[in-house]
């Protein structure tokens, strides 16, 4: 299985600065798509007395393991990050793949794949990142963004699993310093490249967050769930947000749903999930002392709709077992979940959201006060972070419709209007909901507005044909043709799937070549039949291997079969990368702009390729024998071998499929995580 290597600090800004000035995107996500916030209207949002420009962030998940990824969020809109969640176990062995996305969405990825200090390192990097952005942004693109104020993020930090764990001293020391990291800050300002040098004097925040959503095993006692949060509150003085499970509704509601009204009757449901999990009411009554507790301590404890749900596995593509739901059929059950909430504990209590949000239904969970709101199963559809900016423009589309310049006027205009479109006086005394929470204590219009539009969004989204079964059938469109090193149709739809940015093109020259095989021994060398060496297209797929965890996303979505990840070169960052992973296949370039070296390991063999730029020339070696290639004409000048070789055969396809990698990787016509980090003095000519 693949491991996830961060990347270098300096690495990761100096391919933004020269991919933005050269390519106008970062991390491929082109600037165009870039959010760029309203000046007319005012999204912002408190998230435990946290101020966030908007309600919009990633959820705890692929989306938020690596600094990249939290910067790609950011820069699709997203004001409140939900941190990958981090548990004691870091060295996990996890199946791979881990994502289905071809119909609703399945996954088996439950934690992070990092050590526990790189996890925070992540987190930190992310945040400085972040943060320069915010400036340089600001200052290359002349007002296309708006002042600090309406840039506001917030980091969530997400931990579990249970209160041993959580409780432990490398647990209890990773939080003590997610509050006050100034000594990763400091390491990482000094690694803050020349291109960045006007912003290594920034502020940069050494508290990265101090609220935890805090997920726990399917199947934590609700007692225990009580302890974590005690313990998370008081004495290391966080905010807490719960998740919860979708097996609250209770077997006779959620399948009820699940099946009869949303058509998924192929869902099977785990059994087990409705005997291991807390009940609704077993979860009231943990939250209901747990609110004493976070007002002794001037917190927010809060809840979070929701968590995923366990279902068996009757796909081919993943191969565990049981496996998580997650998308449209889920946003039904959370939904359910927040209106039966709504009931019990009123409409201040505070919720933020997951399950199936995009841009279609965001605008909705807004007009129903959820804050933070995240998105996951949609960013891993094509378009990728892409997708974000449409949430948050067609939220600003639909407050300017009902005359909303603040989230809160948006949700109670939202009411007025559906109100007077029903035929309603807004000020008539026979208005829904009544002005009580249904516990017969009085509220006021904001509370009375979320609570009727909870209720309607339910209502209309259990009816929406789109989260219906019968229209999430439709898988991903194959072609029937299979991929190869070379050469695909070019729908790039493996890029943006793909939620680290392992998958990358970059361009070459064309080539077909009529090539001879050699045959060496110890008095020489002698040609014999080759074979013809062909690549027909300018434009090239690529893997970077140290930010790809083979979860197999860009597999679902390529037309072709084979999966790009698998099938396409699969470069490493480093030869200590590419040393620690043995069992794969794969190149590693080290160059110091002069005399670029390629690697590369195929079969458990290895072969080097050097070219020296200053004598003209090639020079390859396949583990027997070494060839000194012409550089303009390809014709062998020299070949080293020692004496007692016997008829050794050198397949000259290896050293054209080298040389054609070496020139594409070196073409800085498009940056990317390969040549930005062996390609340094080339970068000084741009």
């Known amino acids: 299985m693949a491991e996830l290597i961060p990347i270098p600090f300096e690495q990761l800004l100096r391919r933004i600065y020269y991919e933005h ?4 995107a970062i991390f491929d996500l082109p600037s165009r798509l870039f959010y760029r916030p309203s000046t007319s209207v005012d999204m912002s949002v408190l998230f435990c007395g946290n101020p966030a420009a908007n309600p919009l962030g990633p959820a705890a998940g692929p989306q938020t393991q690596l600094a990249q990824n939290i910067v790609l969020s950011w820069l699709g809109g997203a004001r409140v990050v939900e941190l990958k969640t ?8 996890l199946s791979r793949p881990c994502i289905d996305m071809s119909t609703v969405g399945y996954n088996t990825e439950w934690s992070q794949e990092l050590r526990l200090q790189d996890s925070l390192r992540e987190y930190v990097k992310g945040s400085m990142i972040v943060e320069i952005l915010k400036h340089w942004l600001l200052n290359s693109e002349a007002g296309s963004q708006i002042s600090s104020p309406n840039l506001n993020t917030v980091f969530d930090i997400s931990v579990g699993y249970d209160l041993a764990g959580i409780q432990s001293q490398e647990i209890r020391d990773w939080l003590t310093t997610i509050r006050n990291a100034s000594t990763e800050v400091e390491d990482f300002r000094a690694q803050i490249p020349s291109e960045f040098k006007s912003y290594r004097d920034l502020p940069f925040k050494s508290e990265i967050g101090n609220s935890i959503t805090l997920s726990t095993f399917h199947g934590t006692p609700a007692n225990e769930i009580e302890r974590i949060c005690e313990f998370l509150l008081t004495e290391m003085d966080f905010h807490v947000i719960i998740k919860m499970n979708p097996p609250m509704l209770g077997k006779e509601r959620l399948e009820y749903l699940l099946q009869e009204k949303l058509g998924y009757t192929d869902i099977e449901v785990n059994e087990k999930v409705y005997d291991i999990n807390v009940t609704f009411a077993d979860a009231v009554d943990v939250v209901r002392p747990l609110q004493s507790v976070a007002q002794r301590q001037g917190k927010t404890i809060g809840v979070k709709f929701g968590n995923t749900l366990e279902v068996f596995n009757k796909g081919e593509f993943l191969r565990d077992n049981i496996q998580y739901l997650s998308g449209r059929p889920l946003h039904i059950l959370n939904l359910a979940l927040v209106d039966e909430w709504r ?10 959201f997951a399950g199936g949000v995009d841009a279609n239904n965001f605008a909705d969970c807004v007009s129903m006060g959820l804050v933070p709101i995240t998105t996951c199963t949609d960013l891993l559809r094509p378009g990728g972070y892409g997708r974000q900016p449409l949430y948050l423009t067609n939220l600003e589309r639909k407050m300017k419709e009902v005359e909303a310049v603040t989230i809160d006027e948006f949700i109670i205009r939202t009411t007025e209007v559906r109100d007077k479109s029903e035929g309603m006086d807004p000020k008539s005394k026979d208005r829904k909901p009544q002005r009580n929470d249904g516990q017969g204590r009085s509220i006021s219009e904001l509370d009375s507005a979320i609570l009727q539009n909870t209720a309607g969004v339910l209502e209309r989204s259990i009816e929406n044909p789109r989260y219906h079964a019968s229209n999430n059938r439709k898988t991903p469109r194959k072609i029937g043709s299979h991929l190869h090193l070379w050469d695909c149709i070019n729908c790039d739809k493996c890029i943006p799937t793909c939620p680290n940015d392992a998958n990358f093109y970059f361009e070459i020259e064309p080539v077909e070549i009529q090539y001879r095989n050699i045959i060496v021994n110890g008095q020489g060398y002698r040609e014999i039949e080759g074979g013809v060496f062909k690549v027909e297209k300018k434009h090239q797929i690529a893997n970077f291997a140290d930010a790809c965890n083979d979860c197999g996303n860009c597999d679902v979505f ?8 698998l099938m396409k070169p699969r470069f490493f960052g480093s030869l200590e990368t590419w040393n620690r992973s043995k069992s794969l296949d794969g190149f590693v370039l080290v160059s110091d702009g002069t005399m670029p070296k390629l690697y590369q390991r195929k079969d458990d063999h290895v072969y080097e390729l ?8 090639y020079v390859f070696h396949d583990g027997y024998v070494t060839l000194h290639i012409n550089q303009r004409t390809r014709d062998i000048t020299r070949v080293d071998s020692s004496a007692g070789l016997k008829d050794h055969l050198v397949d000259m396809r290896n050293f054209l499929i080298m040389e054609t990698l070496l020139k594409g990787m070196l073409n800085l016509s498009r940056i990317h995580f390969v040549n930005v980090g062996t390609n340094e003095r080339a970068f000084e000519k741009i």
């Open 558 to 565: 390529c037309p072709e079969d084979g999966g790009p990840f």
């Open 86 to 93: 981090v548990q004691i176990k870091d060295r996990l062995e």
């Open 343 to 352: 009931a019990a504990f009123g409409p201040d209590f505070p919720i933020s």
């Open 610 to 617: 050097m070219h020296d730029q200053d004598g003209g020339e």
């Open 21 to 24: 000035t050269r390519n106008g």
